[in-house]
């Protein structure tokens, strides 16, 4: 565990809150989805928040993040509004994405957030050209990568790997090793299951992390974040976690058993770190109670707006396809 | 919908140069560069090497080799970073030398660009242009002779442009790069030597115009990339004959130009799509529809499809050349189907 010896607790709270909102955005999410209100695919985060919440500290406005389908808490702690985010997986056209990508597919240019991709591995080699966008264009920008440790057994993991590398490009390897893609655990799936060993193969830095330790997280991703943005070329984080909730929202969990999440959910990254801010003497009941408070507040704003908003104009349907406006139609800015 | 402005071929005349398919190429990559810092190349060998086809010759000399930028056997790899620079700024240029390796970009084009901008609700764009080949006859053997425009052609979110000539090769190649959404350019590896007029300074054709290659009235043949000189020839042959015939070229699969297609097919009654992709599936197919459901009260015969066979491409030179439609082949199709008027 990370000493929390010069911890403020300003920044401890801080901390705590962020995974608060993701963990309460997504029970909210599982509920609406109960009620049909969220369809289609549902990914939860839950069990992983320390990792986003952490690694987003070392980045900067700048900076470029791009995900995976199980992007909420990233595009919400990115900047993104709970709001927007809601009404993005009711499908409205309030939502970040205009109610067209939904859950998997959140997108946010202001944030500099280019989703969301629901292709395992498929995001990789766009963060890469982010990295090269940025090289040849002499920007000090770092692009932050997210993605699972079954995207390690895709084609495009090696090619974005070695590219990076072969190029010295300022790209942040962040992968979440949950330990399962899909319902597969990993050692039916990796032959080397070390991650951070194989991206060490292509010449770049890696190492592993303890990523129910929101303060192991923002620790190496602020040295990563920074030796990349210094020139340092890709680095890599290994970030070990895991997923309480399903793969999806349907998934009986055949592969994995109860013993074995019960002793994952004893290192629950929320209640490690508030019983850590306890015994530091950095939060007191009511301090906890208010940023509970937050949390919920802004879940049920967000439910509020989602519930308010509208559905896009059906003649709008083929609007998007290609960049062109269509002919006498007025484009919304 | 009317075409007033076409951008047509053309003829001889003064400033008026003739150079090949491959310079059109090269011209319009090098003018592209200078006037827009944002475009870059990239691929296998096209640097140092400069490209088996020799099409980018010269350049890496001009603008050095972060701009025309090596890359290892790598199709996925730098495909996707293609679409990650071009989110971000840039407006890069993907060089897949053959049209066969498609298949190992297809997650990029087809899930990551074509899609990029309508599921960011408009709020991202992918100025990408994927310059690849088609066509068979050069002895390759079959994973390097296909002609595979036509599964491009289906994913909405891409443009497909088919230039057969270097005026077209240039001019359509500047407006790719200018566009904001994904191109796929696929050139014919056989056309790079031929030679055309193409006249000096400033060329681009949008995207979506056919161009009439030749005039006629009594038989259209719509014809595309390396299908265009195949019809040109049978269409000399058969003014010979007394036959005129027409021969129109989409230049474009996305978008298309119905209107000339159809327009042409009023006027002659009679029409033979002829493409080099496989035949059926193909975009052989889908410009024949389109003809069948915008001229269907003018024509005097069934709509004639003229399709590569649907065989994996052969080595061997004897079974190789019958895999491809020929002017011979087209020269007949058309007199049957002008006879039967009679």
Redesign the interface.
């Known amino acids: 565990m990370t000493p929390t010896d010069g911890l403020t607790r300003e920044h401890g709270h801080e901390l705590l809150l962020d995974m608060l909102r993701i963990r309460r955005m997504e029970e909210r999410c599982a509920e609406l989805y109960q009620k049909t209100k969220i369809r289609g695919f549902l990914h939860l985060y839950i069990g992983e928040e320390a990792v986003a919440v952490g690694a987003m500290r070392a980045l900067t406005p700048d900076d470029?993040v791009?995900a995976t389908y199980r992007e909420h808490g990233h595009a919400l702690i990115r900047g993104v509004s709970a709001e927007k985010i809601m009404a993005e997986m009711y499908g409205k056209?309030e939502?970040?994405?205009?109610?067209?990508?939904g859950s998997m597919?959140l997108?946010?240019?202001p944030t500099r957030f280019?989703?969301?991709?629901a292709?395992v591995g498929?995001g990789?080699?766009?963060?890469?050209?982010?990295?090269?966008?940025?090289k040849?264009?002499g920007r000090e920008r770092v692009?932050a990568c997210f993605f699972g440790d079954g995207a390690a057994a895709e084609?495009?993991f090696h090619?974005?790997m070695?590219?990076a590398a072969?190029w010295h490009l300022p790209v942040l390897f962040c992968c979440e090793n949950n330990l399962y893609g899909m319902g597969t655990g990993i050692e039916r799936a990796q032959s080397e299951t070390r991650l951070a060993l194989r991206a060490a193969s292509y010449r770049m830095s890696a190492w592993d992390v303890d990523g129910m330790d929101v303060l192991a997280v923002e620790e190496a991703t602020r040295r990563a974040a920074e030796a990349v943005r210094s020139g340092g070329g890709p680095h890599f984080l290994e970030f070990r976690t895991y997923r309480f909730r399903a793969h999806s929202m349907f998934d009986p969990e055949l592969y994995r058993s109860k013993e074995e999440v019960a002793a994952w959910k004893e290192r629950d990254p929320i209640e490690l770190f508030r019983q850590r801010l306890r015994d530091a003497e950095l939060l007191t009941d009511d301090e906890d109670a208010g940023l509970e408070a937050l949390a919920s507040d802004e879940v049920e704003r967000a439910v509020a707006f989602a519930e308010a908003g509208t559905w896009e104009p059906v003649e709008d349907l083929e609007?998007?396809?290609?960049?062109?406006p269509a002919p006498q139609r007025e484009?919304a800015s | 919908m009317s075409t007033p402005s076409r951008t047509v071929e053309p003829r001889a005349a003064a400033g008026v140069r003739t150079i090949t398919f491959a310079q059109a190429v090269n011209e319009a990559l090098a003018e592209e560069m200078r006037r827009d810092p944002a475009v870059f190349i990239l691929g296998e060998d096209v640097a140092e090497a400069g490209t088996p086809f020799k099409v980018l010759s010269g350049l890496v000399d001009e603008f050095g080799p972060e701009r025309v930028r090596d890359t290892p056997i790598s199709e996925a790899g730098f495909a996707g970073l293609a679409v990650g620079a071009a989110m971000t700024g840039m407006r890069p240029v993907v060089d897949l030398m053959f049209g066969d390796f498609l298949t190992l970009v297809m997650d990029q084009l087809v899930n990551q660009a074509a899609k990029t901008h309508y599921m960011s609700g408009g709020k991202l764009k992918v100025p990408m242009v994927l310059r690849t080949t088609l066509g068979a006859t050069r002895r390759s053997a079959a994973q390097h002779s296909q002609s595979l425009h036509a599964w491009v052609s289906h994913v909405p979110g891409l443009k497909v442009a088919l230039p057969a000539t270097p005026y077209d090769a240039k001019g359509l190649m500047k407006a790719a790069i200018r566009d904001d959404n994904p191109v796929v350019i696929v050139e014919d590896k056989l056309s790079f030597q031929d030679k055309g007029p193409v006249p000096e300074g400033e060329i681009v054709i949008p995207l979506g115009q056919a161009d009439v290659k030749r005039e006629g009235t009594d038989i259209t043949f719509i014809a595309t990339s390396s299908m265009v000189v195949v019809a040109l020839r049978a269409a000399e042959t058969l003014a010979a004959q007394g036959l005129s015939a027409e021969v129109v070229d989409p230049r474009s699969m996305v978008p298309l130009d119905t209107a000339t297609l159809v327009e042409s097919a009023k006027k002659t009654g009679r029409v033979v799509v002829i493409d080099e992709g496989h035949q059926s599936y193909g975009v052989s197919a889908e410009l024949a529809a389109v003809v069948a459901d915008g001229a269907f009260y003018h024509l005097d015969a069934p709509v004639k499809r003229l399709g590569a066979m649907d065989v994996p491409v052969p080595f061997s030179p004897v079974l190789e050349d019958l895999t491809v439609p020929t002017p011979e082949q087209l020269t007949a199709l058309a007199r049957e189907m002008c006879g039967a008027r009679s």
């Open positions: 470029a791009v056209q939502g970040c994405s205009r109610g067209r990508g597919h997108y946010d240019a280019y989703g969301g991709n292709i498929g990789i080699p766009l963060a890469v050209g982010m990295a090269l966008a940025d040849m264009q692009s084609g495009e090619e974005s070695n590219l072969l609007r998007f396809v290609l960049s062109e484009v």
